[in-house]
């Protein structure tokens, strides 16, 4: 069963301004703490009763950082619509969901473009590195075939080559 508090909001108030007399605090958090050490209740309870009952007070909450005024990225750098909820994979689990005919670029981009709309029925958006990785499936990596491939895909992506990416 719940603790009842027994707090008035003149308390609150005295006990606020008590402990703000050589200023505010650093954070919202410490003036918590502070009046609920002197009143003998929990910073929550403190928090609570504040909002609950507006008492004002010196110190200030932290700003929160302000998105709005971020530049959107470009649509070239936006490949898909990313919900909240799509996972985005470098190293997927299992088997490839499609077969890789050949290194043809055709080939490599008509399997890129399967695999992926595979991947977003399962709110999952791959990256290049996820290509990559499938294509050791289907060619052992550090042959010719295994690298054209590779380099397919990430001019598919516009993505530079780096040596990182195998």
């Known amino acids: 069963?719940?603790?009842?508090v027994d707090l008035s909001q003149e308390e609150l108030a005295q006990a606020i301004e008590l402990?703000?007399?050589?200023?505010?605090?650093?954070?919202?958090?410490e003036l918590y703490k502070a009046v609920g050490d002197l009143l003998k209740?929990?910073?929550a309870?403190?928090?609570?009763?504040?909002k609950q009952w507006s008492v004002a007070?010196?110190?200030?909450?932290a700003r929160q950082r302000q998105t709005a005024n971020k530049p959107k990225p470009s649509a070239e750098h936006r490949p898909a619509t990313i919900t909240r909820q799509t996972l985005i994979?470098?190293?997927?689990?299992g088997e490839c969901p499609h077969k890789l005919k050949s290194t043809d670029p055709e080939d490599v981009s008509q399997w890129?473009?399967?695999?992926?709309?595979h991947a977003e029925s399962n709110r999952q958006y791959?990256?290049?590195?996820?290509?990559?990785?499938?294509?050791?499936?289907f060619f052992d990596i550090g042959t010719d075939e295994y690298d054209l491939v590779k380099e397919h895909i990430l001019s598919f992506f516009q993505v530079e080559p780096q040596s990182s990416i195998e």
Request: proline share 10%; charged share 20%; hydrophobic share 35%.
């Open 1 to 4: 069963m719940p603790k009842t």
């Open 57 to 61: 007070h010196k110190t200030k909450a």
């Open 126 to 137: 791959l990256k290049p590195e996820a290509f990559v990785y499938f294509s050791r499936q």
């Open 112 to 117: 890129i473009e399967a695999v992926q709309s």
């Open 41 to 43: 209740v929990s910073p």
């Open 19 to 29: 402990t703000e007399e050589s200023g505010p605090f650093a954070t919202i958090t």
């Open 45 to 50: 309870t403190v928090c609570n009763r504040i």
């Open 89 to 93: 994979i470098i190293t997927p689990a």
